[in-house]
């Protein structure tokens, strides 16, 4: 159950516009995704706020999560680092040679393959990527805020069927 009792906003407004104009219309599709749309706004907000705290911006956070979570030594492949962040190759080159040049992250050749390139988190890249993280978090739980622990969870869990279709993830 949330914190607060139901009480109208914008969303609400504008399907009763649309129900007064046309009675025939079903506006549920519209209670959602135009909330889930506006929930978007702030969160990107959110994120330009934790990611500005460390001087990154919100593709540099990208790269540098997916070194962080892939666990010591926080290194990947160029390749590996193209699916996690589903960008094109030749933005991925752009994207390290600048954050090597920022001293975020650095190239290193695989011991085992000289050929074979990683791109390891420095020091500094995995400082900055942790702080921003644990901002991020720190602005998600307010936005979270107005719900109880049992409405978050259950708003994750309708999320994730809503999503597992559309990201085709079975």
Same mark, same amino acid.
């Given at each position: 159950?949330? &914190?607060?009792?139901?009480?109208?906003?914008? /969303? @609400?407004?504008?399907? !009763?516009?649309?129900? &007064?104009?046309?009675?025939?219309? +079903?506006?549920?599709?519209?209670? /959602?995704?135009?909330?889930?749309?506006?929930?978007?706004?702030?969160?990107?907000?959110?994120?330009?706020?934790?990611?500005?705290?460390?001087?990154?911006?919100?593709?540099?956070?990208? /790269?540098?999560?997916?070194?962080?979570?892939? $666990?010591?030594?926080?290194? =990947?492949?160029? $390749?590996?680092?193209?699916?996690?962040?589903?960008?094109?190759? $030749?933005?991925?080159?752009?994207?390290?040679?600048?954050?090597?040049?920022?001293?975020?992250?650095?190239? !290193?050749?695989?011991?085992? +393959?000289?050929?074979? /390139?990683?791109?390891?988190?420095? #020091?500094?890249?995995?400082?900055?990527?942790?702080?921003?993280?644990? +901002?991020?978090?720190?602005?998600?739980?307010?936005? =979270?805020?107005?719900?109880? @622990? +049992?409405?978050?969870? #259950?708003?994750?869990?309708?999320? &994730?069927?809503? =999503?597992?279709?559309?990201?085709?993830?079975?």
């Amino acid at each position: 159950m949330s &914190r607060h009792t139901h009480r109208s906003d914008e /969303v @609400d407004r504008i399907c !009763a516009d649309w129900k &007064r104009e046309r009675p025939n219309l +079903d506006t549920a599709p519209l209670q /959602v995704f135009s909330r889930v749309t506006r929930l978007a706004r702030h969160l990107e907000i959110a994120r330009r706020r934790a990611f500005a705290g460390q001087s990154l911006e919100a593709w540099e956070f990208d /790269v540098l999560s997916a070194l962080y979570r892939a $666990g010591a030594p926080y290194a =990947l492949t160029p $390749g590996r680092l193209l699916e996690e962040t589903m960008v094109s190759s $030749g933005t991925m080159t752009n994207r390290i040679d600048r954050l090597t040049a920022n001293g975020l992250v650095e190239r !290193a050749a695989d011991s085992a +393959d000289r050929r074979m /390139v990683h791109v390891r988190l420095t #020091a500094r890249g995995r400082s900055a990527v942790d702080g921003a993280m644990t +901002d991020l978090l720190e602005l998600e739980r307010e936005l =979270l805020s107005p719900l109880d @622990d +049992d409405a978050t969870a #259950a708003l994750a869990t309708g999320l &994730r069927a809503l =999503l597992i279709p559309l990201d085709g993830w079975e």
